[in-house]
């Protein structure tokens, strides 16, 4: 319960589409695939409910928040093992640490984490999480002349002066699906890829007045 409250009381005001509701859904998720995958049952559903504690697109200042983290798990009477472990996770699950030379490899739990986090980025679910971040930064819904971006950096994927909300999902929410763990996630995925797949040709077809 704590560990709950906390990720509640850090992220629960958020308006970019990684709020609390998102957390659960990630924490649900993680509890679904650890049914059929072996893992620290405690490590992977506390790493679950912390992932974006420190996500430095959320937060201007990632490292204090780090450092917050480590308090309160401390405070909570986390092993240094277990502390080590959860932060290894938290630091090396997002998509973006896919576009840097220095990834770290995930230990069964962190891979259980990520493919939770990484379903809630597709799907209808999906959908709207992408149209609510965009519009949170102001971003540009569909320019048909601004193609999507390819082998991004990560300082490139980040700008987001040069994406489109619909352009995201051919540049990361597409590509989600074929970077899975476990097969439980692959499962799932397989149905609400085609939700966005979808979604999409509608989107195009109704933008260019064929429907």
């Given at each position: 319960?704590?560990?709950?409250?906390?990720?509640?009381?850090?992220?629960?005001?958020?308006?970019?589409?990684h709020?609390?509701?998102?957390?659960?859904?990630?924490?649900?998720?993680t509890?679904?695939?650890?049914?059929d995958?072996?893992?620290?049952?405690?490590?992977?559903?506390?790493a679950?409910?912390?992932?974006?504690?420190?996500?430095?697109?959320?937060?201007?200042?990632p490292?204090?928040?780090?450092?917050?983290?480590?308090?309160f798990?401390?405070?909570?009477?986390?092993?240094?093992?277990?502390?080590?472990?959860?932060?290894?996770?938290?630091?090396n699950?997002?998509?973006?640490?896919t576009?840097?030379s220095?990834?770290?490899?995930?230990?069964?739990?962190?891979?259980?984490?990520?493919?939770?986090?990484r379903?809630?980025?597709?799907?209808?679910?999906?959908?709207?999480?992408?149209?609510?971040?965009?519009g949170?930064?102001?971003e540009?819904?569909?320019?048909?002349?601004?193609?999507?971006?390819k082998?991004?950096?990560?300082?490139?994927?980040?700008?987001?002066?040069?994406?489109?909300?619909?352009?995201?999902?051919?540049?990361?929410?597409?590509?989600?699906?074929?970077?899975?763990?476990?097969?439980?996630?692959?499962?799932?995925?397989?149905?609400?890829?085609?939700?966005?797949?979808?979604f999409?040709?509608?989107f195009?077809?109704?933008?260019?007045?064929?429907?």
């Amino acid at each position: 319960m704590a560990v709950r409250n906390f990720a509640k009381e850090q992220l629960g005001e958020d308006r970019t589409g990684h709020g609390f509701d998102h957390i659960e859904r990630v924490v649900n998720l993680t509890k679904k695939i650890l049914k059929d995958e072996t893992a620290d049952r405690l490590i992977t559903i506390t790493a679950a409910y912390l992932h974006d504690i420190s996500d430095d697109k959320l937060f201007a200042d990632p490292a204090a928040q780090n450092e917050l983290l480590n308090k309160f798990l401390a405070d909570q009477n986390f092993s240094s093992s277990a502390r080590t472990q959860i932060n290894s996770i938290i630091n090396n699950l997002s998509f973006s640490k896919t576009l840097t030379s220095n990834q770290y490899p995930l230990s069964p739990a962190g891979k259980i984490v990520q493919d939770a986090d990484r379903l809630d980025a597709i799907g209808a679910i999906g959908i709207t999480r992408a149209i609510y971040y965009g519009g949170s930064h102001a971003e540009t819904i569909y320019d048909p002349q601004l193609a999507p971006r390819k082998k991004l950096t990560k300082a490139e994927y980040r700008d987001l002066t040069n994406e489109t909300i619909i352009n995201h999902f051919y540049e990361k929410l597409l590509n989600l699906k074929e970077l899975l763990n476990t097969a439980t996630a692959k499962k799932i995925a397989a149905g609400r890829q085609q939700v966005m797949l979808s979604f999409l040709a509608e989107f195009k077809a109704e933008w260019n007045a064929e429907k």
